[in-house]
């Protein structure tokens, strides 16, 4: 199967950057889309962003203008760069790749989540 394996979380002031990569890890010939998603205390999982392998892009509402996520094929891997920070963007943030493509099939994954934290 496909394991993702992110990093770069932390405690950050509001105002601030942080960035969290997330790596694929197997043999793999290809990935459809791969994105990022986020889960505060007591509320569901949403999107915060989706990059196509052809590098089309979108984004929640709510982080427009302050996250940018980019992906290298080459290296199975996913970035999100988020900039100016706000307490309400505290959560565990979880990568997510669809239709990976391996030597023992297609699967979907998700990594383990990260720990985000703005403080203000």
């Known amino acids: 199967q496909v394991q993702l394996v992110e990093s770069g979380g932390g405690l950050v002031q509001a105002g601030g950057s942080l960035r969290l990569s997330c790596a694929a890890s197997?043999?793999?010939?290809?990935?459809?889309?791969m994105g990022w998603y986020r889960q505060a205390p007591g509320k569901q999982r949403e999107l915060v962003a989706t990059i196509t392998s052809g590098g089309g892009t979108n984004y929640a509402d709510s982080v427009k203008g302050r996250f940018t996520i980019s992906r290298n094929n080459a290296k199975n891997t996913v970035y999100l760069q988020m900039n100016n920070l706000r307490p309400e963007d505290t959560a565990v943030y979880y990568c997510n790749a669809d239709r990976v493509v391996t030597v023992n099939g297609v699967f979907g994954s998700w990594g383990q989540g990260v720990q985000v934290t703005v403080s203000s």
């Open positions: 197997g043999i793999i010939f290809s990935i459809n889309a």
